[in-house]
């Protein structure tokens, strides 16, 4: 009965790789976000997204995109990976009018 | 562009004693605000959350918030803190026409001593 899950759990990869985080959520929510937890604890979004709108935060590589084969799933897509990507990545999804957000467990990503 | 500040990084508490955690955005528009908990190892919780109405808000876990307009703050507070509620505090802020995006403050990481 998990709302919102994410796989794996944990990802350790070489610099230079291609890389995939999957999210998934029950909820039936119309929007699903994901967002970046560095090393010191400090959240920033990435990506919002429902079927008719991608807003992307302007800060974010063009190496991340989001794909979404359908409402209930959003992956991230991370291409060559870099040392500075290694980060808790966590999915979110939520109701566009309703603005609560409900997490995932996050993904903790090691580049090395 | 909003921002949120979290004026306390790390807080040491002994149990029962009173908690407030301060937290100040920059955006003068219309916004809602949320709390949220990270225990360690866990993912983010909803601890509570203002959107309009009374700017008393009640969450889980016997916390609540005090939404000021006047002073762009919705700090948290706990009357008497135990040991179990020893996590990471995040407050977040949204605008509606930002594609719901929460802007996060930094954090404040609350230890508190049994």
């Known amino acids: 009965d998990t709302a919102v899950s994410q796989t794996p759990k944990y990802l350790v990869t070489q610099m230079g790789n291609d890389k995939s985080i999957k999210c998934e959520q029950n909820?039936?929510?119309?929007?699903m976000y994901w967002y970046k937890q560095d090393s010191k604890k400090f959240l920033k979004i990435m990506f919002s997204?429902?079927?008719?709108?991608?807003?992307i935060n302007e800060t974010v590589p063009n190496r991340f995109s989001p794909k979404s084969p359908d409402k209930a799933h959003l992956n991230l897509h991370i291409n060559s990976l870099e040392l500075g990507d290694s980060a808790v990545y966590f999915c979110?999804?939520?109701?566009?009018?309703?603005?609560?957000?409900?997490f995932g467990p996050g993904t903790r990503l090691t580049v090395l | 562009a909003q921002s949120v500040s979290q004026h306390n990084h790390h807080v040491i508490l002994s149990e029962a004693a009173s908690l407030e955690l301060g937290c100040n955005y920059s955006?003068?528009?219309?916004?809602?605000l949320f709390w949220y908990v990270q225990y360690p190892g866990q993912h983010l919780q909803l601890l509570l959350k203002?959107?309009?109405?009374?700017?008393l808000v009640k969450g889980i876990k016997g916390f609540e918030a005090e939404f000021i307009k006047s002073k762009f703050s919705f700090n948290l507070r706990k009357p008497s803190v135990q040991w179990s509620d020893t996590a990471e505090y995040f407050c977040a802020v949204n605008e509606s026409n930002a594609g719901n995006m929460l802007t996060f403050g930094g954090g404040t990481r609350l230890m508190v001593k049994p």
């Open positions: 909820l039936g929510h119309d929007t």
């Open positions: 997204y429902n079927n008719k709108e991608l807003i």
């Open positions: 203002y959107f309009s109405g009374d700017p």
């Open positions: 955006y003068g528009g219309t916004v809602n």
């Open positions: 979110a999804s939520g109701h566009r009018g309703t603005d609560t957000q409900y």
